[in-house]
């Protein structure tokens, strides 16, 4: 089939120094999705944030594999070539946006410093007009405020506006809400999903909480310890999980019937360590011979669900 | 009458600074816990939740009101004459070990200071480590060489090897995984079953709260604005607050 993506990850496999932290992992963002990326602690999660931005000073290194956005690959740009397309063509939300904004100088100067490195002009009434529309409160003086002034909540969102000014056809927002109270945690994210809507973005949000991709995303994937586990339509993957890790995910969290979350003994495997066969064996209550020796690549098992495990393929 | 209930936090108030800079974080706050009764305490950052917690185990002095334990008034102890009541239990519980110590040797630390014999000590220590779900072999491990969860793990064991009469969980779970945090409440579930714990549990989780919590308080700028069962709380909510938490929760499903 000819369709077109905005983003393309292939076969990525990334390390730091010796360490390989993300193996093998591949799935596409079509225009207008927002795909979330779970997993717990370790997993990798970030670190495919980092390859997308390219953010080589932080160590990740592209060792296989590609990434392509909108037909280009930008796997291995050089500095300036990217800075071009950071910013204006991929958007970037942190998590800890006190640590990205400086504390102590107002809005409007960081948000023109932001908007001239990227070669854009910062016009005040686009700011404004984009607040409003977002609904923040307090528009018309909002840019005086110095980050100090401001909750963690509201500071994420005057990030995200900052984002959205410099028109990006991709957002990735990196654990954007986790630190945020669940109230606001509610906003930023219908924030998001209201922006998508009017601007057509594409999103990748990476996330450890499965409720908040629940909310917003069209589809998910799973990591574990630098894998893809699971991927799929949201509803697929959350009401039909395949994978015994997306299962053990999904009844850890505590639901609507307030039943006792069941939880998961072990630890993943240590950052790099060799592996033969599945990794997920030692967790596993359905591992069987086999699959300690066999190492499961994503494999489709209905239109839209691909999971990497024995379970999917009827090979048990 | 019947008897005395384990803990009574009654009109309880504090305030930061001075004059013009005078800041309530409490407000007149009254719990009563039976024992064997866990209560859940949810709020949001800067609600006063984990101050509560320091005033209760006497961390802080109160600006007002009076804290009784089994009837008997204790406001103004100081934390080591109430240490063995109460056991506190924090977020970032690899920095409450020390660093240079076996988890076992700080267990001896415990022991040490608050058991009445501290004969056993290490058979009561392997003891309540199994209880957590580890191996006593973890024990003679340094904190930093345990995963997150296990850490957690052994300071909820280091807080009940000197058999507390209650213990006060201050966001116990909020920095871990979603599968550690669940082996977490198995555990204090099945210790409440064995042992009858009381326990005050702050955490900014209602759903969480709601799957064990005997009763759930909710607090807002320092004000417990509604107390009751998860079932009153979760499916009759009464307060507006209440509800926009309730509204603000993310189910999977």
Redesign the interface.
């Given at each position: 089939m000819d369709e077109k993506y905005l983003l393309e990850i292939n076969n990525l496999t990334v390390t730091y120094g010796e360490f390989k932290i993300i193996t093998e992992v591949s799935f596409k963002v079509r225009p207008g999705e927002i795909v979330c990326i779970a997993g717990e602690s370790g997993c990798g999660k970030s670190t495919l944030i980092k390859a997308v931005l390219g953010l080589k000073q932080l160590g990740a290194q592209v060792t296989e594999g590609s990434v392509i956005l909108d037909g280009r690959d930008i796997t291995h740009l050089g500095v300036e070539e990217r800075r071009q397309i950071l910013g204006t063509q991929i958007g970037y939300v942190p998590q800890n946006t006190r640590g990205s904004f400086n504390n102590i100088r107002s809005y409007d100067i960081q948000y023109k410093e932001t908007m001239n490195s990227h070669g854009l002009p910062f016009i005040r009434e686009d700011a404004v007009k984009m607040f409003k529309r977002l609904n923040f409160p307090d528009t018309d003086r909002l840019l005086k405020y110095q980050p100090w002034e401001m909750s963690g909540g509201m500071n994420q969102r005057m990030a995200i506006a900052l984002a959205v000014l410099q028109g990006p056809k991709l957002m990735l927002a990196d654990e954007a809400t986790s630190v945020l109270d669940v109230t606001s945690q509610k906003e930023v994210i219908e924030e998001l999903a209201q922006l998508r809507d009017e601007l057509g973005w594409s999103i990748l949000f990476i996330t450890h909480n499965l409720g908040v991709a629940s909310h917003i995303a069209d589809r998910l994937g799973v990591m574990y310890a630098g894998r893809m586990v699971e991927y799929g339509d949201i509803r697929k993957v959350l009401d039909d999980p395949i994978h015994p890790y997306t299962r053990n995910l999904l009844a850890a969290i505590p639901g609507r019937d307030r039943k006792m979350p069941i939880g998961l003994e072990g630890r993943p495997p240590l950052d790099g360590a060799e592996w033969e066969g599945c990794n997920f064996v030692p967790r596993c209550k359905y591992a069987c011979d086999a699959c300690k020796h066999k190492t499961y690549s994503l494999n489709e098992i209905e239109p839209g669900h691909w999971v990497s495990c024995a379970e999917g393929r009827g090979d048990r | 009458m019947s008897e005395a209930p384990l803990l009574e936090v009654r009109n309880v108030a504090k305030a930061y600074g001075r004059g013009k800079k005078r800041h309530e974080v409490l407000k007149d706050i009254n719990i009563t816990l039976n024992e064997g009764e866990v209560l859940g305490i949810i709020g949001?950052?800067g609600c006063g939740k984990s101050v509560l917690l320091n005033l209760i185990s006497c961390l802080e002095p109160v600006s007002g009101g009076k804290l009784f334990f089994k009837g008997q008034e204790y406001t103004g102890k100081k934390p080591k004459d109430v240490c063995r009541w109460f056991q506190v239990i924090f977020q970032d519980s690899e920095a409450a070990f020390d660093p240079k110590m076996t988890i076992r040797e700080s267990m001896h630390e415990s022991l040490k200071l608050l058991a009445e014999d501290s004969k056993n000590s290490n058979r009561r220590i392997d003891d309540m480590v199994t209880m957590m779900?580890l191996a006593t072999e973890l024990a003679d491990r340094y904190p930093r060489q345990l995963?997150?969860?296990q850490v957690q793990r052994m300071a909820i064991a280091r807080g009940l090897v000197t058999e507390p009469n209650m213990i006060l969980c201050d966001e116990i779970t909020s920095a871990l995984?979603?599968?550690?945090?669940?082996?977490?409440?198995?555990y204090l579930?099945e210790l409440r079953k064995k042992r009858g714990l009381t326990m005050m549990f702050v955490s900014?989780?209602?759903?969480?709260c709601?799957?064990?919590c005997d009763r759930m308080a909710i607090m807002k700028d320092g004000e417990i604005v509604e107390i009751g069962t998860?079932e009153q709380i979760?499916d009759h909510p009464q307060h507006d607050y209440t509800k926009?938490?309730l509204?603000?929760?993310?189910?999977?499903?």
């Open positions: - | 949001e950052s779900g995963s997150g969860g995984d979603v599968s550690a945090q669940a082996m977490i409440l198995q579930y900014h989780d209602m759903a969480l709601a799957t064990f998860p979760m926009l938490l509204d603000a929760v993310l189910y999977t499903k």
